[in-house]
């Protein structure tokens, strides 16, 4: 009996270290090809390069030289991933003020809140109008463009089992493939956005005088004499997060022990939020305690960088790897209806609303949430270098700021979990409705903080 336990524990770490390291030689082939095409000039993750060429490899591609158990485990790396992406979030920067930063934040979370919950409207409207009269599709599909667009592959392979559990059991496969999509539009259509606001003008370094760093502002503080980087350096960061991880679960185990008592309805929500919105919290905390004690300099900004920066590499590499291509060519329609839907959503509030609810450099706060609203937050980073390549504007602090205040509940949080659950026993009319009502508000809000407090003529 033990040698039999012994021996299907061998075997089952003998499949983890061929899956982790077939991941990491294609993610590596990958970048080395999109190094070579110089895809990041045309803002192409060199992941999703690495991605296609795993879906080369597996069992139902052309070449399927890859293994089902290695699938199989690539499978459930997302969600682990997208945790330590979110674990490191915060470990590496200085944690920004909170004195004068209202007026930029507050715009920039009704921006986000209107991007978001409008993804719900129009993917509502879409299945109800469209979608289900002509093809019967499932409600559970509204659910899909803010958790492929705002959620990203880890947060679509993360709800792939609620939606199997509601129902629909595509949804995880489309998700995944919405979200790919996503990433294309964000880097390839936001991209030409700037390139646009650079012709009209909208570029806040275009309508502005070199300047000098402001008064007040910090500069980056010098790091103390420590460990060179390197494997102890590496060490102690991959610890840093791995404490940020635990922090988050004990969160999100603290939660369903507190709300256990509050009926069936909550328990469920609760029971099917993943621990990722809350590992970000851990890293605040854990900052928040590395700065009071005078240790932040274990933290190195370019290790944490890079830990989040591999981890959403090899998380993207995984998920496209593992999309189911007859579920997409079976139902190419529906997902494109949808991922037009939410692209033209995301482009009209970006050039119609941010410039009414946003300060001055309302462009360079637009362009990165709508990087983060179409594919993932790296893409709004990326789009923000190429519209403020000098860092003029304030665009970092805000967005930073309202990560932390709304990514436990949108793009993969409460509300991501919440949403399938609501159109199944609420419907997916009232639903809809509910989140128009949230858009109004929001934008209203938003227009309304930005007459008040506008500058005096």
């Not at 991605?51 to 158990?69: C, R, S």
């Not at 482009?347 to 990165?368: C, K, M, N, S, Y």
Request: hydrophobic share 55%; charged share 10%; glycine share 12%.
């Amino acid at each position: 009996m033990i040698a039999t336990l012994e021996g299907d524990l061998f075997q089952s770490l003998g499949w983890l270290a061929l899956a982790v390291a077939c991941l990491s030689l294609i993610l590596a082939v990958g970048r080395a090809i999109g190094t070579r095409l110089q895809l990041r000039l045309w803002g192409i993750p060199e992941a999703l390069l690495a991605g296609l060429l795993g879906l080369l490899l597996a069992p139902g591609g052309p070449l399927p030289l890859l293994p089902p158990q290695v699938l199989q485990l690539w499978a459930d790396l997302p969600l682990v991933l997208l945790t330590l992406v979110f674990g490191s979030l915060l470990l590496g920067k200085p944690l920004p003020k909170l004195e004068g930063l209202w007026r930029p934040v507050s715009g920039q979370v009704s921006l986000a809140l209107v991007l978001a919950f409008g993804q719900y409207v129009v993917a509502g409207l879409a299945v109800l109008l469209v979608l289900q009269p002509w093809l019967g599709v499932s409600p559970i599909m509204a659910c899909l463009i803010e958790v492929a667009y705002e959620g990203g592959h880890g947060s679509a392979a993360a709800m792939g089992p609620s939606y199997a559990a509601l129902g629909f059991p595509g949804g995880q496969a489309l998700g995944l493939a919405m979200a790919t999509v996503g990433l294309l539009s964000s880097t390839l259509v936001g991209g030409l956005v700037v390139v646009l606001a650079r012709k009209r003008g909208w570029l806040l370094a275009d309508r502005c005088a070199p300047a000098s760093t402001p008064a007040g502002a910090e500069a980056p503080a010098p790091s103390p004499p420590g460990p060179a980087p390197g494997a102890a350096t590496w060490a102690v960061n991959l610890a840093l997060a791995g404490v940020a991880v635990l922090v988050g679960v004990g969160l999100l185990a603290a939660l369903r022990w507190l709300t256990g008592g509050l009926g069936d309805g909550v328990a469920l929500v609760v029971d099917s939020l993943p621990v990722f919105p809350l590992a970000i919290v851990g890293s605040l905390l854990v900052r928040l305690v590395l700065e009071r004690s005078g240790q932040a300099h274990w933290a190195s900004a370019p290790v944490q960088s890079q830990i989040g920066t591999l981890s959403a590499d090899l998380l993207i590499t995984a998920a496209t790897a593992g999309l189911d291509l007859g579920l997409l060519r079976a139902d190419w329609l529906p997902l494109t209806v949808l991922a037009v839907s939410g692209l033209a959503w995301n482009l009209g509030v970006t050039l119609l609303l941010a410039p009414r609810v946003l300060p001055a450099d309302w462009f360079e706060r637009a362009v990165i949430e709508f990087g983060q609203a179409t594919g993932v937050a790296a893409s709004g980073l990326l789009l923000l270098r190429m519209a403020d390549p000098d860092d003029r504007s304030d665009a970092l602090p805000a967005f930073s700021i309202k990560q932390l205040l709304l990514q436990p509940f949108l793009a993969g949080g409460v509300i991501t979990v919440v949403a399938p659950l609501a159109v199944a026993s609420w419907g997916l009319p009232l639903w809809t409705a509910a989140c128009l009502a949230v858009v109004v508000l929001a934008g209203s809000a938003g227009l309304l903080l930005a007459r008040l407090q506008a500058p005096a003529p």
